[in-house]
């Protein structure tokens, strides 16, 4: 269960009530400069206000998450240890690529329109050697890389043509302990990984991407079509390299992935 806190303040100032709706401690000092207690005045901007009555109220609201994977293996670990019904996470496998998550995504959304996040997770590609194999990051935005058209050696994006936004933005993390240290990455979605030398120096030069998958951009945007807030995580489970599926470290990724989605699953179900 999600819970929140909200304080309610009814005061009077040159004896008129008046009443706010404060929802979170810290403002409340912000504005409080005396005291909280009945009876007691405090100052107001320049006005000294009567404080009638002063609530701290714990409000509970089930938030409800939406978590989109590719297939079944990456979430598999999270699946069978920990969603239950009442935690209000559900989970959507969509299949690979972006036209079977559009697919399923808006089919899903079309049915259940009520999910406060959607959370989209999966293992993916890294064209930063920097970055660990293994290592869980967050996606905050993503780029349809292959969406243009080309003009000889040049590439020309759908935006350049006047044919369609090719870039989305993730929403912002909440305040959850799951989301404090992640490394903040810019992510493309392609229908064809990148496993040759050139696509890969040229992609690098035209959208220096950290991450690739077949999916993300298609969630943001299913997100941005449906006026939803959306995330993206993604465990390394390779570099973007000459195609050497035996470096791939997926069952590491899942791992990780998947311990992290418990974390996430705890922050909201507290
Ligand atoms: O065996 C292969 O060569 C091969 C080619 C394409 C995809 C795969 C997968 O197993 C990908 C499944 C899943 O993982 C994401 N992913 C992981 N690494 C990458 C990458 O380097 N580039 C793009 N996507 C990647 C992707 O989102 C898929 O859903 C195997």
Redesign the pocket.
Known sequence: MNTSRLFVLVYSVNNRARSEQIPNKIRVKDKVSVSKGVGKKYYRGNTIAHIHFFAYIRMEKQMNVLVIA??EEEIQPFIHSHVEPRSGIEVLVTG?GMVATSFALGQKLAATPHYDLLLNV????SFKRSIALGEVVYVYQDTFAELGAEDGEQFVDSVALGLAKHTFQGALAPDYPAFQGLRQCRGIT?NT??GHEETIDAIAQRLNPAV????GAAVFYAAHQAGLPAIQIRAI??Y?ER?N?ASWQIPLAIENLNRWLKVFANSIDR
Request: glycine letters at 10%.
């Open positions: 590719a297939t690979v999966g293992i993916a590609g392609v990984v990148h690739e998958s077949m999916e489970s390779n973007v195609r599926k």
